[in-house]
């Protein structure tokens, strides 16, 4: 079987307090994947902001050979609940639509090219706490 994994780990987003575990929930991922014989890629805000583009730019490159069988995509970091869809926050949330809807991503991979796609998530699914919040797309 051939297997993919893309790791995410975002400690800070907009005015949330700074999560003290989530790079390292993602690096412990990726150490996970690496040593069950996984190709695994590592993104995390250690460097610089995680952007929706970077995301989709790393997982085009994974899926473009048109060769995996399973692609596990795990994240740590805050999270939301709009209108009953668990949305990931990126670096940029909110002031810039800078998220992850999960249901969204889940629907094209079902219509994608992996037979096997997982999702794995550590991230809060509270009610957004503002308006602002709660427009994230």
């Known amino acids: 079987m051939n297997r993919a994994a893309l790791c995410i780990g975002v400690a800070k ?4 307090p700074i999560l ?33 583009q970077q995301l989709r730019t790393k997982i085009k490159e994974l899926v473009d050979p048109m060769n995996l069988d ?10 939301l609940n709009i209108r009953r869809d668990e949305v990931w926050l990126l670096s940029g949330a909110p002031d810039e639509d800078e998220a992850v809807n999960l249901a969204g991503a889940e629907k094209r991979a079902r219509a994608g090219t992996v037979p096997h796609a997982v999702f794995l ?12 919040n709660q427009s994230i797309e």
């Open 13 to 16: 987003t907009g005015g949330l």
């Open 20 to 52: 003290k575990a989530a790079r390292k929930g993602a690096e412990e991922m990726h150490a996970w994947a690496l040593a069950n014989g996984i190709d695994s890629h590592l993104i995390t805000d250690e460097n610089g902001p995680v952007t929706v």
């Open 70 to 79: 399973q692609l596990i995509i795990y994240f740590s970091g805050h999270g």
């Open 121 to 132: 998530s550590d991230a809060c699914r509270t009610a957004p706490p503002d308006t602002q």
